[in-house]
Protein backbone atom coordinates (compact mmCIF):
# COMPACT_ATOMS: atom_id res chain seq x y z
CA UNK A 1 0.00 0.00 0.00
CA UNK A 2 1.33 3.35 -0.38
CA UNK A 3 0.00 6.31 0.82
CA UNK A 4 -0.33 9.96 0.30
CA UNK A 5 -0.82 12.93 3.21
CA UNK A 6 -2.39 15.98 2.16
CA UNK A 7 -1.88 19.13 5.15
CA UNK A 8 -4.85 21.32 5.02
CA UNK A 9 -4.39 25.23 6.42
CA UNK A 10 -2.90 28.07 5.06
CA UNK A 11 -1.28 28.65 7.41
CA UNK A 12 0.95 25.67 6.79
CA UNK A 13 1.72 27.74 3.77
CA UNK A 14 3.48 30.92 6.20
CA UNK A 15 7.48 30.89 7.49
CA UNK A 16 6.01 30.29 11.18
CA UNK A 17 4.31 27.32 10.83
CA UNK A 18 5.84 23.39 9.62
CA UNK A 19 3.61 20.35 8.66
CA UNK A 20 4.58 17.91 11.74
CA UNK A 21 1.82 15.69 11.49
CA UNK A 22 3.23 14.25 8.09
CA UNK A 23 6.24 13.40 9.78
CA UNK A 24 4.72 11.59 12.47
CA UNK A 25 2.61 10.04 10.07
CA UNK A 26 5.36 9.14 7.75
CA UNK A 27 7.46 7.20 10.64
CA UNK A 28 3.98 5.13 11.33
CA UNK A 29 3.13 4.18 8.57
CA UNK A 30 6.25 3.28 7.08
CA UNK A 31 6.28 0.95 10.71
CA UNK A 32 3.92 -1.06 8.76
CA UNK A 33 4.95 -0.70 5.32
CA UNK A 34 3.61 1.80 4.14
CA UNK A 35 5.46 3.97 1.78
CA UNK A 36 4.15 7.38 1.91
CA UNK A 37 4.79 8.69 -2.18
CA UNK A 38 3.46 12.05 -1.95
CA UNK A 39 3.10 15.09 0.50
CA UNK A 40 1.38 18.35 -0.19
CA UNK A 41 0.37 21.22 1.50
CA UNK A 42 -2.84 23.12 0.33
CA UNK A 43 -4.22 26.52 1.68
CA UNK A 44 -7.84 27.38 2.53
CA UNK A 45 -9.06 27.28 -1.18
CA UNK A 46 -12.18 25.18 -1.21
CA UNK A 47 -11.65 23.79 -5.25
CA UNK A 48 -7.73 23.66 -4.83
CA UNK A 49 -8.18 21.05 -1.79
CA UNK A 50 -10.76 19.23 -4.03
CA UNK A 51 -8.71 19.21 -7.21
CA UNK A 52 -5.85 17.43 -4.77
CA UNK A 53 -7.93 15.08 -3.15
CA UNK A 54 -9.24 13.89 -6.55
CA UNK A 55 -5.95 13.50 -7.68
CA UNK A 56 -4.49 11.79 -4.70
CA UNK A 57 -7.42 9.40 -4.39
CA UNK A 58 -7.23 8.42 -8.28
CA UNK A 59 -3.51 7.53 -7.49
CA UNK A 60 -3.26 6.31 -3.93
CA UNK A 61 -4.36 3.43 -2.17
CA UNK A 62 -4.37 5.88 1.69
CA UNK A 63 -5.22 9.04 1.20
CA UNK A 64 -4.69 10.87 4.77
CA UNK A 65 -6.13 14.72 5.15
CA UNK A 66 -4.73 16.39 8.63
CA UNK A 67 -6.27 19.78 9.78
CA UNK A 68 -9.51 21.80 8.29
CA UNK A 69 -12.06 20.22 10.69
CA UNK A 70 -12.74 23.02 12.66
CA UNK A 71 -16.26 25.15 13.32
CA UNK A 72 -15.45 27.57 11.47
CA UNK A 73 -16.36 28.90 7.50
CA UNK A 74 -12.64 28.49 6.26
CA UNK A 75 -12.40 25.07 7.45
CA UNK A 76 -13.05 23.43 4.35
CA UNK A 77 -11.73 19.97 4.50
CA UNK A 78 -15.14 17.90 5.16
CA UNK A 79 -16.42 19.88 2.26
CA UNK A 80 -13.61 18.99 0.01
CA UNK A 81 -13.79 15.51 0.48
CA UNK A 82 -17.39 15.19 -0.09
CA UNK A 83 -17.30 16.89 -3.29
CA UNK A 84 -14.17 15.50 -4.48
CA UNK A 85 -15.77 11.73 -3.55
CA UNK A 86 -19.23 12.93 -4.84
CA UNK A 87 -20.67 11.41 -1.32
CA UNK A 88 -22.93 13.47 0.59
CA UNK A 89 -22.49 14.05 4.90
CA UNK A 90 -24.72 13.47 7.57
CA UNK A 91 -24.91 14.95 10.95
CA UNK A 92 -24.04 12.09 13.69
CA UNK A 93 -25.79 12.62 16.98
CA UNK A 94 -22.79 10.43 19.24
CA UNK A 95 -20.00 13.39 17.48
CA UNK A 96 -23.10 16.03 19.01
CA UNK A 97 -22.66 14.62 22.30
CA UNK A 98 -19.01 13.89 22.30
CA UNK A 99 -18.79 17.89 21.58
CA UNK A 100 -21.56 18.35 24.42
CA UNK A 101 -19.92 16.45 26.81
CA UNK A 102 -16.33 18.38 26.45
CA UNK A 103 -17.87 21.34 26.87
CA UNK A 104 -19.44 20.69 29.54
CA UNK A 105 -16.30 19.35 31.21
CA UNK A 106 -14.86 22.65 31.26
CA UNK A 107 -17.96 24.89 31.98
CA UNK A 108 -18.77 26.12 28.69
CA UNK A 109 -21.55 26.13 25.88
CA UNK A 110 -21.07 25.03 22.11
CA UNK A 111 -22.24 26.97 19.59
CA UNK A 112 -24.16 25.99 16.54
CA UNK A 113 -20.83 26.70 14.11
CA UNK A 114 -20.02 23.35 16.19
CA UNK A 115 -22.48 21.19 14.94
CA UNK A 116 -20.52 21.28 11.45
CA UNK A 117 -18.20 19.15 13.40
CA UNK A 118 -20.72 16.38 13.15
CA UNK A 119 -20.84 16.37 9.86
CA UNK A 120 -19.62 12.47 8.72
CA UNK A 121 -19.07 11.01 4.91
CA UNK A 122 -21.98 9.11 4.09
CA UNK A 123 -20.40 5.25 4.16
CA UNK A 124 -17.96 6.36 6.76
CA UNK A 125 -16.94 5.43 10.15
CA UNK A 126 -16.48 8.50 12.98
CA UNK A 127 -13.56 8.00 14.73
CA UNK A 128 -13.70 9.40 19.03
CA UNK A 129 -11.60 12.22 19.31
CA UNK A 130 -10.70 12.32 23.26
CA UNK A 131 -8.87 15.46 22.99
CA UNK A 132 -10.58 17.47 20.97
CA UNK A 133 -14.15 18.24 19.38
CA UNK A 134 -13.48 17.42 15.44
CA UNK A 135 -13.95 13.94 15.21
CA UNK A 136 -12.03 11.58 12.66
CA UNK A 137 -13.12 9.60 9.54
CA UNK A 138 -12.47 6.69 7.84
CA UNK A 139 -13.92 6.31 4.81
CA UNK A 140 -13.04 2.88 2.61
CA UNK A 141 -14.46 1.94 -0.69
CA UNK A 142 -13.22 -0.35 -3.17
CA UNK A 143 -9.63 -1.47 -1.26
CA UNK A 144 -8.81 2.50 -1.02
CA UNK A 145 -8.93 4.15 2.40
CA UNK A 146 -9.29 7.90 2.69
CA UNK A 147 -8.43 9.35 6.28
CA UNK A 148 -9.67 12.78 7.93
CA UNK A 149 -7.39 13.88 11.03
CA UNK A 150 -7.17 16.80 13.32
CA UNK A 151 -4.47 19.33 12.79
CA UNK A 152 -3.45 19.98 16.76
CA UNK A 153 -0.66 17.03 17.05
CA UNK A 154 -1.99 16.30 20.54
CA UNK A 155 -5.30 15.60 18.91
CA UNK A 156 -3.76 13.78 15.98
CA UNK A 157 -1.34 11.55 17.64
CA UNK A 158 -3.37 9.27 20.25
CA UNK A 159 -5.97 8.99 17.11
CA UNK A 160 -3.18 7.66 14.55
CA UNK A 161 -2.67 5.21 17.68
CA UNK A 162 -5.56 4.03 18.61
CA UNK A 163 -7.59 4.45 15.52
CA UNK A 164 -5.78 4.65 12.62
CA UNK A 165 -2.74 2.19 13.09
CA UNK A 166 -5.26 -1.51 14.68
CA UNK A 167 -7.67 -0.54 11.01
CA UNK A 168 -4.27 -0.44 8.75
CA UNK A 169 -2.73 -3.51 10.59
CA UNK A 170 -6.01 -5.68 10.04
CA UNK A 171 -6.49 -5.40 6.38
CA UNK A 172 -2.83 -5.50 5.56
CA UNK A 173 -0.56 -8.58 3.97
CA UNK A 174 2.87 -8.79 6.04
CA UNK A 175 5.27 -5.83 5.44
CA UNK A 176 8.08 -4.10 6.67
CA UNK A 177 9.88 -1.13 5.19
CA UNK A 178 13.72 -1.23 6.98
CA UNK A 179 16.59 0.98 5.99
CA UNK A 180 20.31 1.77 6.10
CA UNK A 181 21.24 4.89 6.82
CA UNK A 182 25.34 6.25 5.48
CA UNK A 183 26.42 9.77 6.44
CA UNK A 184 29.23 10.67 4.58
CA UNK A 185 31.79 13.72 5.36
CA UNK A 186 34.12 15.46 2.83
CA UNK A 187 32.96 14.00 -0.48
CA UNK A 188 31.69 15.58 -3.35
CA UNK A 189 28.03 13.90 -4.50
CA UNK A 190 29.11 13.87 -7.87
CA UNK A 191 32.13 11.51 -7.25
CA UNK A 192 30.06 10.13 -4.72
CA UNK A 193 27.17 8.76 -7.17
CA UNK A 194 30.05 7.52 -9.33
CA UNK A 195 31.75 5.54 -7.23
CA UNK A 196 28.67 3.53 -5.78
CA UNK A 197 26.52 4.13 -8.93
CA UNK A 198 27.26 0.89 -10.48
CA UNK A 199 26.10 -1.07 -7.46
CA UNK A 200 22.78 0.44 -6.42
CA UNK A 201 21.25 1.21 -9.60
CA UNK A 202 20.74 -2.23 -10.29
CA UNK A 203 18.35 -2.36 -7.57
CA UNK A 204 14.51 -0.93 -7.29
CA UNK A 205 14.34 -2.75 -3.86
CA UNK A 206 15.97 -1.36 -2.28
CA UNK A 207 15.33 1.86 -3.35
CA UNK A 208 18.24 4.10 -2.58
CA UNK A 209 18.28 7.97 -1.86
CA UNK A 210 21.36 10.32 -2.17
CA UNK A 211 20.98 13.63 -0.30
CA UNK A 212 23.64 16.07 -0.04
CA UNK A 213 24.72 19.36 1.73
CA UNK A 214 28.16 21.59 2.02
CA UNK A 215 30.52 18.15 2.68
CA UNK A 216 27.88 16.38 3.94
CA UNK A 217 26.11 13.14 2.06
CA UNK A 218 22.94 11.01 3.32
CA UNK A 219 22.85 7.81 1.82
CA UNK A 220 19.53 5.78 2.10
CA UNK A 221 18.82 2.31 1.20
CA UNK A 222 15.11 1.12 1.79
CA UNK A 223 14.05 -1.89 1.55
CA UNK A 224 10.35 -3.37 1.26
CA UNK A 225 9.68 -6.83 2.18
CA UNK A 226 7.61 -9.21 3.75
CA UNK A 227 9.64 -10.12 6.53
CA UNK A 228 12.20 -8.09 8.38
CA UNK A 229 14.83 -10.94 7.72
CA UNK A 230 13.94 -10.85 4.08
CA UNK A 231 14.06 -7.07 4.04
CA UNK A 232 17.48 -7.15 5.92
CA UNK A 233 19.08 -9.35 3.40
CA UNK A 234 18.33 -7.04 0.99
CA UNK A 235 20.07 -4.09 2.60
CA UNK A 236 22.80 -6.33 3.26
CA UNK A 237 23.50 -6.69 -0.36
CA UNK A 238 23.04 -3.69 -1.55
CA UNK A 239 24.53 -1.75 1.43
CA UNK A 240 27.52 -3.67 2.41
CA UNK A 241 29.34 -3.44 -1.10
CA UNK A 242 28.85 0.40 -1.08
CA UNK A 243 30.26 0.72 2.24
CA UNK A 244 32.65 -1.47 1.28
CA UNK A 245 34.00 0.90 -1.55
CA UNK A 246 33.38 4.13 0.25
CA UNK A 247 35.61 3.23 3.63
CA UNK A 248 36.04 5.46 6.60
CA UNK A 249 34.62 8.35 5.07
CA UNK A 250 31.49 7.14 6.41
CA UNK A 251 31.09 8.66 9.93
CA UNK A 252 27.59 7.33 11.16
CA UNK A 253 25.37 4.67 10.05
CA UNK A 254 22.12 5.71 12.03
CA UNK A 255 22.09 9.13 11.29
CA UNK A 256 23.56 10.42 13.55
CA UNK A 257 25.58 13.90 12.69
CA UNK A 258 29.19 14.18 12.85
CA UNK A 259 28.96 16.08 16.41
CA UNK A 260 26.86 13.13 18.02
CA UNK A 261 29.64 10.81 16.75
CA UNK A 262 32.47 12.89 17.90
CA UNK A 263 30.51 12.90 21.41
CA UNK A 264 30.13 9.63 21.44
CA UNK A 265 33.96 8.81 20.77
CA UNK A 266 35.11 11.26 23.71
CA UNK A 267 32.45 9.97 26.15
CA UNK A 268 33.52 6.54 25.25
CA UNK A 269 36.87 6.78 25.85
CA UNK A 270 36.78 9.18 28.71
CA UNK A 271 38.15 11.94 26.95
CA UNK A 272 37.79 15.70 26.48
CA UNK A 273 38.09 18.51 23.55
CA UNK A 274 38.45 22.22 23.59
CA UNK A 275 38.89 24.78 20.71
CA UNK A 276 40.29 27.76 19.69
CA UNK A 277 38.42 30.29 17.30
CA UNK A 278 39.25 32.89 14.97
CA UNK A 279 37.25 32.74 11.28
CA UNK A 280 34.36 30.23 12.41
CA UNK A 281 33.63 32.96 15.55
CA UNK A 282 32.40 30.37 17.88
CA UNK A 283 30.20 27.93 15.30
CA UNK A 284 32.62 25.19 15.93
CA UNK A 285 32.35 25.46 20.00
CA UNK A 286 28.13 25.98 19.32
CA UNK A 287 28.14 23.32 16.58
CA UNK A 288 29.89 20.82 19.55
CA UNK A 289 27.97 22.00 22.46
CA UNK A 290 24.42 21.60 20.43
CA UNK A 291 24.05 17.79 21.66
CA UNK A 292 22.63 17.68 25.26
CA UNK A 293 25.00 16.55 28.02
CA UNK A 294 28.12 17.40 25.72
CA UNK A 295 29.70 18.99 28.94
CA UNK A 296 30.56 15.67 30.13
CA UNK A 297 33.57 15.61 27.05
CA UNK A 298 33.50 19.77 26.17
CA UNK A 299 36.00 21.60 28.25
CA UNK A 300 35.43 25.22 26.75
CA UNK A 301 36.57 27.59 23.80
CA UNK A 302 38.66 30.28 22.87
CA UNK A 303 36.96 33.11 20.55
CA UNK A 304 40.48 34.89 19.54
CA UNK A 305 39.40 36.87 16.57
CA UNK A 306 42.57 39.37 16.83
CA UNK A 307 45.88 38.71 16.63
CA UNK A 308 45.97 40.66 20.12
CA UNK A 309 43.98 38.36 21.78
CA UNK A 310 45.34 34.79 20.42
CA UNK A 311 48.24 35.90 21.68
CA UNK A 312 47.19 37.36 25.47
CA UNK A 313 44.84 34.09 25.88
CA UNK A 314 46.53 31.41 23.82
CA UNK A 315 49.87 32.53 23.65
CA UNK A 316 50.41 32.63 20.40
CA UNK A 317 53.66 34.57 19.60
CA UNK A 318 53.63 38.11 18.74
CA UNK A 319 54.40 38.23 14.96
CA UNK A 320 52.67 35.13 14.02
CA UNK A 321 50.77 35.62 10.77
CA UNK A 322 47.17 34.93 11.87
CA UNK A 323 46.17 32.86 9.11
CA UNK A 324 49.18 30.37 8.94
CA UNK A 325 50.19 26.94 9.74
CA UNK A 326 51.99 28.27 13.06
CA UNK A 327 49.07 30.20 14.00
CA UNK A 328 46.65 26.94 13.94
CA UNK A 329 49.39 25.05 15.77
CA UNK A 330 50.15 27.47 18.26
CA UNK A 331 46.02 28.29 19.08
CA UNK A 332 45.81 24.43 19.39
CA UNK A 333 48.02 23.79 21.84
CA UNK A 334 47.28 26.80 23.97
CA UNK A 335 43.78 25.69 23.97
CA UNK A 336 44.75 22.40 24.92
CA UNK A 337 47.26 23.66 27.62
CA UNK A 338 45.07 26.24 29.07
CA UNK A 339 41.57 23.97 29.27
CA UNK A 340 43.44 21.21 30.46
CA UNK A 341 41.64 19.00 28.11
CA UNK A 342 43.69 15.30 26.24
CA UNK A 343 42.43 17.32 22.64
CA UNK A 344 42.00 20.98 21.03
CA UNK A 345 40.93 22.05 17.43
CA UNK A 346 41.86 25.26 16.02
CA UNK A 347 40.72 27.31 13.33
CA UNK A 348 42.50 30.44 11.55
CA UNK A 349 41.29 31.38 8.24
CA UNK A 350 39.56 33.92 5.41
CA UNK A 351 36.03 33.46 4.70
CA UNK A 352 35.56 36.33 2.62
CA UNK A 353 37.51 38.60 0.61
CA UNK A 354 40.34 37.97 -2.16
CA UNK A 355 41.77 34.99 -0.04
CA UNK A 356 38.46 33.10 0.84
CA UNK A 357 38.35 29.61 1.76
CA UNK A 358 42.29 30.19 2.48
CA UNK A 359 41.95 28.03 6.11
CA UNK A 360 44.12 26.34 8.76
CA UNK A 361 42.60 23.49 10.86
CA UNK A 362 44.52 22.65 13.79
CA UNK A 363 44.42 19.55 16.23
CA UNK A 364 46.15 18.98 19.54
CA UNK A 365 46.12 15.21 21.00
CA UNK A 366 48.02 13.83 24.02
CA UNK A 367 50.54 12.67 21.18
CA UNK A 368 51.26 15.95 19.38
CA UNK A 369 50.09 18.72 17.79
CA UNK A 370 49.21 19.01 13.74
CA UNK A 371 48.19 21.77 10.85
CA UNK A 372 46.14 20.91 7.91
CA UNK A 373 45.70 23.73 5.25
CA UNK A 374 42.58 23.77 3.59
CA UNK A 375 40.98 25.47 0.11
CA UNK A 376 37.52 26.15 0.39
CA UNK A 377 35.18 27.37 -2.24
CA UNK A 378 31.88 28.99 -1.62
CA UNK A 379 30.51 32.23 0.21
CA UNK A 380 31.22 33.06 3.88
CA UNK A 381 28.50 30.76 4.98
CA UNK A 382 29.81 27.84 3.01
CA UNK A 383 33.64 28.32 3.91
CA UNK A 384 32.84 28.28 7.28
CA UNK A 385 30.46 25.00 7.57
CA UNK A 386 33.06 23.22 5.57
CA UNK A 387 35.78 24.51 7.83
CA UNK A 388 33.68 22.95 11.33
CA UNK A 389 32.69 19.44 9.56
CA UNK A 390 37.00 19.23 8.31
CA UNK A 391 37.97 19.85 11.79
CA UNK A 392 35.44 17.62 13.38
CA UNK A 393 35.55 14.78 10.91
CA UNK A 394 39.57 15.00 11.56
CA UNK A 395 38.72 14.74 15.39
CA UNK A 396 37.00 11.60 14.50
CA UNK A 397 39.30 9.80 12.74
CA UNK A 398 42.14 10.28 15.28
CA UNK A 399 39.69 9.10 18.13
CA UNK A 400 38.92 6.38 16.18
CA UNK A 401 42.62 5.20 15.20
Known amino acids: MNAEIIAVGSEMLTPDKVDTNSLHLTQELNTLGIEVVAKAIIGDDRQRLTDAIRNSWAHAELVILTGGLGPTEDDLTRDAVAAALEVGMTPSEEAWQAILNRFQKFGRTPTENNRRQTLILNGADMLPNPNGTAPGQWFHRDGRVLVLLPGPPRELKPMVAAEIIP ?10 IRTRWYRVALMGESDLDHLIAPIYTKYTNPATTILAAAGDIDIHLRARCETAEEAEALLAEVGDPIAELIGDKIYSTNGDPLEVVV ?49 QLLGVPEGTEAVSEEAALAMAAGARDRAQS ?9 ADGPNAGHVFVGLATPTGTHARKLKLNGDRYRVRCLTILNALDWLRRALQS
Open 342 to 350: DYALSVTGF
Open 263 to 311: GKLLRAKGQTVAVAESMTGGMLGMQITSIAGSSDYFKGGFLTYTDQMKT
Open 167 to 176: RLTAMLPPQV
